[in-house]
Protein backbone atom coordinates (compact mmCIF):
# COMPACT_ATOMS: atom_id res chain seq x y z
CA UNK A 1 0.00 0.00 0.00
CA UNK A 2 1.39 3.22 -1.44
CA UNK A 3 -0.41 6.72 -0.45
CA UNK A 4 1.73 9.60 -2.16
CA UNK A 5 0.14 12.11 -1.06
CA UNK A 6 -0.60 11.25 2.53
CA UNK A 7 -3.87 8.81 4.11
CA UNK A 8 -6.59 9.59 6.81
CA UNK A 9 -7.52 6.29 8.57
CA UNK A 10 -9.84 7.24 11.11
CA UNK A 11 -11.28 3.94 12.67
CA UNK A 12 -13.64 4.00 16.24
CA UNK A 13 -12.66 2.11 19.45
CA UNK A 14 -15.58 -0.06 19.21
CA UNK A 15 -14.54 -0.46 15.41
CA UNK A 16 -10.83 -0.01 14.64
CA UNK A 17 -9.50 -0.11 11.11
CA UNK A 18 -8.15 -3.57 10.82
CA UNK A 19 -4.94 -4.43 8.14
CA UNK A 20 -3.99 -7.89 8.03
CA UNK A 21 -1.06 -9.64 6.08
CA UNK A 22 0.07 -13.00 5.44
CA UNK A 23 4.23 -12.09 6.45
CA UNK A 24 4.09 -10.04 2.84
CA UNK A 25 3.83 -6.36 1.80
CA UNK A 26 3.77 -3.52 3.73
CA UNK A 27 2.97 0.36 3.69
CA UNK A 28 4.59 3.18 2.74
CA UNK A 29 3.43 7.22 3.62
CA UNK A 30 4.54 10.14 1.41
CA UNK A 31 3.67 13.67 3.38
CA UNK A 32 3.91 16.86 1.45
CA UNK A 33 5.45 19.44 4.02
CA UNK A 34 2.09 20.70 4.86
CA UNK A 35 0.24 17.29 4.84
CA UNK A 36 -1.28 15.84 7.69
CA UNK A 37 -1.52 11.91 7.97
CA UNK A 38 -4.08 10.30 10.67
CA UNK A 39 -3.60 7.17 12.17
CA UNK A 40 -6.96 6.69 14.64
CA UNK A 41 -7.77 3.40 15.99
CA UNK A 42 -5.65 1.29 13.64
CA UNK A 43 -5.00 -2.37 13.93
CA UNK A 44 -2.01 -3.54 11.73
CA UNK A 45 -0.86 -7.45 11.75
CA UNK A 46 1.18 -9.79 9.66
CA UNK A 47 3.08 -7.25 7.13
CA UNK A 48 6.42 -7.57 5.78
CA UNK A 49 7.77 -4.56 3.60
CA UNK A 50 7.07 -2.97 0.80
CA UNK A 51 7.71 -5.11 -2.14
CA UNK A 52 8.04 -2.08 -4.75
CA UNK A 53 11.77 -2.32 -6.48
CA UNK A 54 12.41 1.19 -6.09
CA UNK A 55 10.49 1.30 -2.43
CA UNK A 56 12.50 -0.90 0.02
CA UNK A 57 12.10 0.43 3.22
CA UNK A 58 13.14 -1.34 6.67
CA UNK A 59 9.81 -0.82 8.23
CA UNK A 60 6.02 -2.54 8.13
CA UNK A 61 4.94 0.94 8.20
CA UNK A 62 6.89 3.85 6.43
CA UNK A 63 6.32 7.32 6.80
CA UNK A 64 8.27 10.29 5.58
CA UNK A 65 7.54 14.51 5.62
CA UNK A 66 4.87 16.31 6.80
CA UNK A 67 2.98 15.57 10.16
CA UNK A 68 2.00 12.12 11.59
CA UNK A 69 -0.85 12.03 14.43
CA UNK A 70 -1.28 9.05 15.57
CA UNK A 71 -3.96 8.19 18.10
CA UNK A 72 -3.83 4.03 19.73
CA UNK A 73 -2.19 2.43 16.79
CA UNK A 74 -1.03 -1.24 17.30
CA UNK A 75 1.28 -3.38 15.43
CA UNK A 76 1.50 -6.76 15.74
CA UNK A 77 3.56 -9.50 14.50
CA UNK A 78 4.90 -8.00 11.13
CA UNK A 79 8.27 -9.52 10.05
CA UNK A 80 10.44 -6.40 8.90
CA UNK A 81 13.46 -4.91 10.50
CA UNK A 82 11.68 -1.90 12.03
CA UNK A 83 7.71 -2.22 12.94
CA UNK A 84 7.14 2.02 12.44
CA UNK A 85 9.93 3.75 10.86
CA UNK A 86 9.38 7.72 10.33
CA UNK A 87 11.37 9.85 8.90
CA UNK A 88 11.97 13.88 8.66
CA UNK A 89 8.65 14.54 10.01
CA UNK A 90 6.55 16.02 12.87
CA UNK A 91 4.75 13.21 15.41
CA UNK A 92 2.05 13.89 17.55
CA UNK A 93 1.48 10.29 19.10
CA UNK A 94 -0.99 8.92 22.03
CA UNK A 95 -0.96 5.47 21.99
CA UNK A 96 1.30 3.06 20.10
CA UNK A 97 1.22 -0.44 20.73
CA UNK A 98 3.88 -2.67 19.15
CA UNK A 99 4.08 -6.30 19.86
CA UNK A 100 6.14 -9.49 18.74
CA UNK A 101 8.83 -7.66 16.60
CA UNK A 102 11.76 -9.44 15.65
CA UNK A 103 13.68 -6.40 15.25
CA UNK A 104 13.47 -2.98 16.49
CA UNK A 105 9.78 -1.54 17.04
CA UNK A 106 9.91 2.07 16.66
CA UNK A 107 12.16 3.63 14.48
CA UNK A 108 11.90 7.64 14.62
CA UNK A 109 14.62 9.85 12.32
CA UNK A 110 14.67 13.62 11.72
CA UNK A 111 11.59 14.00 13.79
CA UNK A 112 10.56 16.43 16.21
CA UNK A 113 7.17 16.29 18.13
CA UNK A 114 5.37 14.28 21.42
CA UNK A 115 4.50 10.84 21.86
CA UNK A 116 2.38 9.42 25.09
CA UNK A 117 1.59 5.96 26.03
CA UNK A 118 3.75 3.74 24.15
CA UNK A 119 4.38 0.70 24.94
CA UNK A 120 6.43 -2.20 23.22
CA UNK A 121 6.64 -6.30 24.32
CA UNK A 122 8.14 -8.69 23.19
CA UNK A 123 10.93 -7.07 20.91
CA UNK A 124 14.00 -8.86 18.99
CA UNK A 125 15.77 -5.63 18.99
CA UNK A 126 15.34 -1.92 20.16
CA UNK A 127 11.83 -0.61 21.60
CA UNK A 128 12.49 3.15 20.79
CA UNK A 129 15.16 4.38 18.85
CA UNK A 130 16.02 7.74 17.65
CA UNK A 131 18.51 10.01 15.84
CA UNK A 132 18.79 13.56 14.72
CA UNK A 133 15.30 13.73 16.73
CA UNK A 134 14.09 16.54 19.26
CA UNK A 135 11.16 14.53 21.24
CA UNK A 136 8.84 15.03 24.10
CA UNK A 137 8.38 11.24 25.57
CA UNK A 138 5.51 10.37 28.47
CA UNK A 139 4.18 6.81 29.63
CA UNK A 140 6.80 5.00 27.98
CA UNK A 141 6.72 0.97 28.91
CA UNK A 142 8.85 -1.93 27.35
CA UNK A 143 8.38 -5.62 28.37
CA UNK A 144 11.18 -8.48 26.78
CA UNK A 145 12.85 -6.20 24.78
CA UNK A 146 16.42 -8.05 23.66
CA UNK A 147 18.11 -5.00 23.17
CA UNK A 148 17.93 -1.26 24.15
CA UNK A 149 14.74 -0.09 25.52
CA UNK A 150 14.98 2.87 24.79
CA UNK A 151 18.33 4.45 22.28
CA UNK A 152 19.04 7.71 21.16
CA UNK A 153 21.99 8.62 19.08
CA UNK A 154 23.25 11.73 16.30
CA UNK A 155 22.87 14.79 17.99
CA UNK A 156 19.01 13.75 19.56
CA UNK A 157 17.48 15.82 22.30
CA UNK A 158 14.48 13.94 24.16
CA UNK A 159 12.88 14.86 27.50
CA UNK A 160 11.12 11.60 28.96
CA UNK A 161 8.97 11.34 32.11
CA UNK A 162 7.52 7.89 33.56
CA UNK A 163 8.98 5.00 32.02
CA UNK A 164 8.82 1.41 33.34
CA UNK A 165 11.26 -1.28 31.58
CA UNK A 166 10.86 -4.89 32.82
CA UNK A 167 12.85 -8.03 31.02
CA UNK A 168 14.74 -5.92 28.74
CA UNK A 169 18.20 -6.18 27.34
CA UNK A 170 19.99 -2.86 28.15
CA UNK A 171 17.98 0.18 29.81
CA UNK A 172 18.86 3.02 27.99
CA UNK A 173 22.10 4.36 25.92
CA UNK A 174 22.51 7.49 24.87
CA UNK A 175 25.05 8.45 22.26
CA UNK A 176 26.94 10.27 20.02
CA UNK A 177 26.01 14.34 20.64
CA UNK A 178 22.78 13.73 22.20
CA UNK A 179 20.91 14.95 25.12
CA UNK A 180 18.53 13.14 27.51
CA UNK A 181 16.67 14.00 30.49
CA UNK A 182 14.76 11.49 32.27
CA UNK A 183 12.18 11.83 35.28
CA UNK A 184 10.49 8.95 36.78
CA UNK A 185 11.72 5.36 35.87
CA UNK A 186 11.09 2.36 37.15
CA UNK A 187 13.08 -1.20 35.79
CA UNK A 188 13.91 -3.85 37.10
CA UNK A 189 15.01 -7.90 35.52
CA UNK A 190 17.97 -5.77 33.15
CA UNK A 191 19.95 -8.25 31.52
CA UNK A 192 23.28 -5.80 31.21
CA UNK A 193 23.18 -2.25 32.28
CA UNK A 194 20.74 0.15 32.85
CA UNK A 195 22.03 3.29 32.05
CA UNK A 196 24.64 3.91 29.45
CA UNK A 197 26.59 6.57 27.73
CA UNK A 198 29.09 6.50 25.27
CA UNK A 199 30.09 7.61 21.97
CA UNK A 200 29.88 5.35 18.62
CA UNK A 201 30.33 7.76 15.95
CA UNK A 202 33.05 10.47 16.30
CA UNK A 203 32.26 12.59 13.90
CA UNK A 204 29.45 14.04 16.19
CA UNK A 205 30.77 16.79 17.27
CA UNK A 206 29.26 17.76 21.25
CA UNK A 207 28.82 16.45 24.71
CA UNK A 208 26.43 13.47 25.01
CA UNK A 209 24.59 13.64 28.29
CA UNK A 210 22.36 11.56 29.90
CA UNK A 211 20.40 13.43 33.23
CA UNK A 212 18.16 10.55 35.36
CA UNK A 213 15.92 11.45 38.56
CA UNK A 214 13.72 9.69 40.55
CA UNK A 215 14.75 6.78 39.55
CA UNK A 216 13.51 3.06 41.22
CA UNK A 217 15.47 0.23 40.84
CA UNK A 218 12.97 -2.51 41.60
CA UNK A 219 14.69 -5.68 40.80
CA UNK A 220 17.78 -7.48 39.27
CA UNK A 221 20.34 -5.57 37.12
CA UNK A 222 22.70 -7.56 35.62
CA UNK A 223 26.15 -6.18 35.34
CA UNK A 224 25.92 -2.17 36.01
CA UNK A 225 23.49 0.56 36.79
CA UNK A 226 25.61 2.94 35.20
CA UNK A 227 28.43 2.79 32.28
CA UNK A 228 30.03 6.24 31.82
CA UNK A 229 32.03 6.66 28.71
CA UNK A 230 34.80 8.97 29.05
CA UNK A 231 34.31 12.70 27.78
CA UNK A 232 30.18 11.90 28.17
CA UNK A 233 27.97 13.00 31.18
CA UNK A 234 25.59 10.63 33.14
CA UNK A 235 23.71 11.10 36.49
CA UNK A 236 21.73 9.50 38.66
CA UNK A 237 19.75 10.73 40.83
CA UNK A 238 21.99 14.07 41.27
CA UNK A 239 25.37 11.65 41.58
CA UNK A 240 27.92 11.48 38.46
CA UNK A 241 28.31 7.75 37.57
CA UNK A 242 31.84 6.93 38.06
CA UNK A 243 33.88 6.59 34.31
CA UNK A 244 33.74 2.82 32.91
CA UNK A 245 36.36 0.94 30.52
CA UNK A 246 34.07 0.19 27.28
CA UNK A 247 34.88 -0.96 24.12
CA UNK A 248 31.90 -0.25 21.89
CA UNK A 249 33.45 -1.86 18.95
CA UNK A 250 33.04 -5.39 20.74
CA UNK A 251 29.59 -4.31 22.09
CA UNK A 252 28.78 -3.55 18.93
CA UNK A 253 30.18 -7.01 17.61
CA UNK A 254 28.28 -8.52 20.87
CA UNK A 255 25.12 -7.94 22.55
CA UNK A 256 23.93 -5.00 20.21
CA UNK A 257 24.49 -6.48 16.89
CA UNK A 258 21.81 -6.39 14.19
Not at 113 to 129: H, K, M, P, W
Not at 162 to 174: L, M, Q, Y
Not at 185 to 214: C, E, W
Amino acid sequence: MIFESSVNMDGLKTNPIQIQGNGTGGIFINNQSSAILILKHVNVSRLATTSSALRKYSGAINGYGGSFNIDHLKIDGCESEDQLNLVNTKIQIDGLFISNAPSDAFDCDFCIGNAANLRFDYIGGDGLGVSGSNLRITAIEAFEVNDKALSVGERSNLIVSEATFDNVGTGVAVKDASTVTIDKIKMQNIRHDAFMTYVKKPFFIGKTILKVSKFDRTGFVGKSVCIREGNTHLTLNGQLCEISELNVDELYKDRMKK
